[in-house]
């Protein structure tokens, strides 16, 4: 472990009568590549959420790089000044379509950061030249393939300058070999940005291969934290046993 970059504590959140996280204590390092695994509604996207400030937890606190973010119910005053380093990837890219790429790329840091139009275009075309899409600047949405556009979300979240980046199942919709481009996109970006990427994913493959740290998520609860190796070959846990037998690679 680098340093403490997250740091959630006693998180617990409900959705009417359902349970969806339990007394969650959940840690991340700078550089650190966490895959989160699971069933569906155990608690894997409402975890990436409460991270990135989509939803509030009912209980537990969260710092973010030594700031207590989320505490007593609610933001702080801390959040504002960290929010634009959590970055968030979605599976459905949540592209524009009316949009080019650029347009895509700009809309929020020109809104959020009151970036100039010249300051943005700059940043969009650093973006995609670390995602390998630089050549699609003027590119529809539907110019692209699906890894494409996912490349673009990527890229997109980068114009914020995260510290963070959050990915909920970005590569289910995509055949291994481009998961595994995506995979390559993250790899480099942690080396050569430094940056930190939790992700939720069902593919076992792209699991093993992306994880510095495996997170098992079982009805709300984390209950395998620990090494991809150790959990896919060592692991004595029934629940993570009997998930991935369901799923095995």
Known sequence: MGD???????????????VILKNVDF???????TVIIGKSGSGKSTLLRAIAGLTDPDEGTIAFD????FEEGERTDDWADVESHVGMVFQSYTLWPHMDVLGNMTLAPRKRLKLSASEAADRAEVALGEVGMAHHLRSRPSQLSGGERQRVAIARALMMQPKLLLCDEITSALDPPVAAEVLDV????KAEEGLAVALVTHDMAFAAKAADRLVFFHE???A????PDEAFNRSTNPDLKKFVD???F
């Open 4 to 18: 403490v970059l997250v740091a959630a504590t006693g998180l617990q959140k409900s959705f009417g009568d359902r």
């Open 27 to 33: 840690g991340m390092a700078l550089g650190d590549i």
């Open 66 to 69: 030594g700031r207590v973010v």
């Open 186 to 189: 993250l790899r480099r970006l």
């Open 220 to 222: 709300g609860e984390i």
């Open 224 to 227: 395998v934290n620990t090494t």
């Open 246 to 248: 369901a799923v095995r």
